[in-house]
């Protein structure tokens, strides 16, 4: 039979015809996954959603049903040889009512179904449906969602699967349906809820700012944990001890505990898990009054009372609160302590609250209020569930509370998240809390200090952190570069040696360090330390006045790539693909517009890159409020190194080196007036 054309779409973009293979087949999509992950209810919605002008929409039970001369019961009762015939005559009748009437075929289907009797699964695919479909999505729903779906569905009978045997199910089906596609060429996709999730999270937070009136001043955005970090408690723990006995699942006081020390951990299926149990315990109205219960044991400490009524008054700083607790119950707390009109929250803990907060929903919040909102982050956590949020944040403070409160895991984690580059600092709640690391690695700070405070205000327009290099190594290492006495190779090695000190001294401690294996003097093997990620790191010359650092900075890091670069476009995407950082290399940032042509650039084409900025001098002008690099966009990890900052403007001559025929730019330093 042959193919009948498709038709062509007002949008051809998005036509069956240009989804069609290269043979001309068709497009059939099957819509996959374990028995109650929901196709049928996807299925329903996108009928709905799509319309059947271009589509045709088929339950596949439907179609074998409508084969077979008593239905599915008659159906189930045949043999494994005639069931698979049918199978092959339901998914031929498809094709052809498709080519028929010249739409896209949308099919739910079964991969593998399970034996209730033999407790385990077998697989129902014909062959033919590998030759017929084109596509095929497959619904990468928890299993823990799954079992609670099942549970819950009143209109059909299902069989009662363990949690075990739905996760090996689900991991079965999904790899050799996977290798099945690759190998017929059909497209697979996996679609998970996780990202709908993180979406809807997104939006809330959109919602609640775009009801702020003073949302055209914001700035700078205060982003705070809640459990551990705004009181010393955790209400997850204290609203299980609310909840009656006799309710209690598994008659478990703290089943929060046993649920995130599993093999989920704190995954998008835990937390998931966690709102369902929230269900299974107490109705609406009951919950609502055990939230309040739990509401009026929580005191927020002082410190971050004073510190939120203080900014409150500012209209260029706000404030949220991400949970991954019950948004109930701090909302409650919020409203107690006088602060529910000024700080949002994002939270959920409850099926109608449409989404859960997981550590990497905090990431993606923190990333939206800088790139969608161009806003200054700050960001206040206490366990590893919000390492991810420090990570991601212009700042990050790390509260400490009493040791017998504090998440247990936390010095690990934080020790691993600084070596991995996270620059924070760390507060104590209440003062006399032991602090965690050491004030090297986490200097400490305080509330009420002024400098604190100031430095909220102050940095809230930059999106760039700047080091500048100790006074008396800089006077050392800066008096060759400014001798007129010294010239040619000279000048060069005075230059390298600034770029290896700004190197070994600041940019290895803001990327952070790894150990490796070395070889001891002594004959016997120990440890090294070497830069993260130094093989995939990059090192810019930018030509032709920093070229001589850049060669330090590659003595420091020698593992890293080296690229010359007369101007940003001369940085590829092949240059980036699998960097982790970017380090650009000037001796003068003078009027700061080509660092920033560079960072855009590089940002652009790799948006999630660390970024370090290492140069001799720096015009204190640029990086001063209303400077160009002062006012660069504050989006992802930016940080300039300096050997010093300069009030003066300079202007660049050309000097042949001495033994080098080639022209070099230098730099002479011109004072005010």
Not at 430 to 445: E, G, H, S, V, Y
Request: net charge neutral.
């Amino acid at each position: 039979m042959a193919t009948a054309a498709w038709p062509t779409w007002p949008d051809d973009e998005f036509s069956p015809g240009n989804l069609s293979d290269s043979n001309g087949k068709g497009v059939i999509i099957g819509l996959y996954g374990i028995a109650g992950s929901g196709k049928s209810y996807i299925l329903k919605h996108l009928r709905e959603k799509l319309g059947t002008n271009y589509f045709a929409f088929y339950e596949r039970s439907e179609v074998i049903a409508g084969l077979v001369h008593g239905g599915l019961e008659k159906f189930k009762t045949l043999k494994y040889e005639d069931q698979d015939n049918v199978r092959r005559a339901a998914i031929n009748k498809i094709q052809n009512d498709c080519r028929t009437n010249q739409k896209a075929g949308v099919i739910t289907g079964h991969f593998m179904l399970w034996n209730e009797t033999a407790r385990a699964f077998s697989s129902v695919m014909t062959d033919r449906d590998l030759e017929v479909y084109t596509h095929i999505l497959y619904l990468g729903i928890p299993p823990e969602t799954i079992a609670q779906q099942s549970k819950d569905d009143k209109e059909r009978n299902r069989p009662e699967v363990l949690l075990e045997d739905l996760q090996h199910w689900q991991i079965s089906e999904e790899t050799q349906l996977r290798k099945k596609c690759l190998d017929r060429g059909i497209m697979f996709s996996k679609v998970s809820a996780e990202p709908v999730n993180m979406s809807r999270a997104i939006r809330r937070l959109n919602m609640d700012l775009a009801k702020d009136p003073e949302y055209s001043q914001l700035q700078t955005m205060l982003v705070m944990d809640a459990d551990r970090t705004l009181a010393a408690v955790d209400t997850g723990t204290l609203f299980w001890q609310a909840v009656p006995k006799s309710r209690l699942p598994d008659g478990s006081r703290d089943p929060l505990k046993r649920l995130f020390q599993g093999s989920t951990a704190y995954s998008y299926a835990a937390f998931r898990q966690a709102a369902l149990l929230y269900e299974e315990v107490a109705s609406h109205q009951e919950f609502d009054e055990f939230c309040a219960q739990v509401a009026a044991k929580v005191t927020i400490h002082l410190e971050f009372i004073d510190l939120l009524r203080r900014f409150a008054k500012i209209p260029q700083v706000g404030a949220v609160v991400v949970t991954c607790g019950l948004r109930l119950v701090w909302e409650k707390v919020l409203k107690l302590a006088g602060l529910y009109n000024t700080v949002n929250i994002i939270g959920g803990g409850r099926i109608s609250d449409g989404f859960v907060v997981t550590p990497i929903v905090k990431a993606a919040i923190v990333k939206s209020l800088q790139n969608d909102h161009r806003l200054y982050v700050w960001a206040f956590g206490d366990s590893p569930v919000g390492l991810q949020m420090l990570a991601e944040a212009n700042q990050a403070i790390v509260v400490v509370v009493e040791e017998h409160i504090r998440s247990k895991t936390m010095d690990s984690e934080l020790k691993g998240a600084v070596s991995n580059g996270l620059w924070a600092r760390q507060v104590l709640l209440p003062t006399n809390a032991t602090p965690r690391l050491d004030a090297f690695q986490l200097p400490l700070i305080r509330f009420q200090d002024q400098p604190f405070l100031n430095c909220v205000m102050n940095l809230r327009h930059t999106g760039i952190k700047v080091l500048v290099a100790e006074k008396e190594a800089a006077k050392l290492l800066t008096t060759p570069t400014r001798d007129a006495a010294i010239v040619g190779p000279p000048l060069r090695e005075a230059h390298r040696q600034v770029g290896q000190y700004l190197a070994t001294q600041y940019a290895a401690g803001i990327i952070g360090l790894e150990e490796y294996s070395i070889a001891h003097a002594q004959g016997r093997p120990t440890t090294g330390h070497r830069l993260l990620h130094e093989e995939r790191t990059s090192i810019v010359a930018i030509m032709r006045g920093g070229e001589p650092m850049a060669f330090g900075v590659n003595d420091a890091f020698p593992l890293a790539s080296f690229i010359h670069a007369n101007c940003p476009d001369d940085l590829t995407p092949e240059h980036l693909k699998r960097q982790h950082t970017i380090i650009l290399v000037d001796s003068v940032v003078n009027d700061g517009k080509t660092i920033v042509d560079f960072v855009e650039h590089v940002r652009n084409l790799k948006p999630d890159v660390r970024i370090v900025i290492v140069a001799g001098v720096v015009r204190r002008e640029c990086i001063s409020e209303g400077g160009v690099v002062h006012d660069i966009t504050p989006r992802g990890r930016l940080t300039l190194v300096a050997l010093r900052i300069s009030d003066n403007k300079f202007t660049a001559y050309r000097l042949a080196d001495t033994g080098n025929t080639e022209v070099t730019d230098t730099w002479q330093e011109q004072k005010p007036g």
